[in-house]
């Protein structure tokens, strides 16, 4: 039954022969904006939501996997792509949709990706020539322009959602 278990402060899931709480948290999503020389590499979605647009390569972390451990996941499983990870480049809250994205700052090891199961297609972009209009989420344009700000910075701090679009996603 619904019910505001003892010490709790909303409505949750409640058995009322034992007593366990269902608590219902945010899905961690992570993902790559992973560059080539100075090439974008991108995935054209196979699946939905968004199919046919173009991403990041980026899903959802498993159980018992590092964030890191999971962007690299993905980087094998939509672009079979070998990366290397360097930074956390930005944390965006979509409450909306109760997803929280760690997206990182990676580098193919070597210029070799294909489509893996999940994507359409695969390529490397100038920045010039990046499918702005066919970007699959929000998100995947934040992660792209927080890259270019911080574009040969050692170190840097990682950027949340651009003001205003906190919840607007």
Known sequence: MREIPAGDNRL????PDCGFINYENPKVVVGSVVTWQDRFLLCRRAIDPRKGHWTIPAGFL?????????ARREAT???????EIDA??????????SQVQLI??????????AAGEESLEVALFDW???????????????????FQEVRGEASFAP????PGEAGNY
């Not at 949750?12 to 058995?15: E, F, T």
């Not at 010039?128 to 927080?146: K, T, Y």
């Not at 950027?159 to 651009?162: F, G, I, Q």
Request: with cysteine; net charge negative; hydrophobic share 45%.
């Open 12 to 15: 949750r899931l409640v058995c």
């Open 62 to 70: 498993e159980l018992n996997e590092s964030a890191i451990d999971g």
């Open 77 to 83: 499983e939509e672009a079979c792509a070998d990366i």
């Open 88 to 97: 956390l480049l930005a944390v965006y809250n979509v409450p909306r949709i």
């Open 104 to 113: 990182y700052r990676a580098v193919l090891r070597r210029p070799e990706f």
């Open 128 to 146: 010039e020539d990046l499918p702005w209009r066919d970007l699959a989420f929000p998100s995947v344009r934040w992660a792209l322009h927080h």
């Open 159 to 162: 950027r949340s959602n651009p």
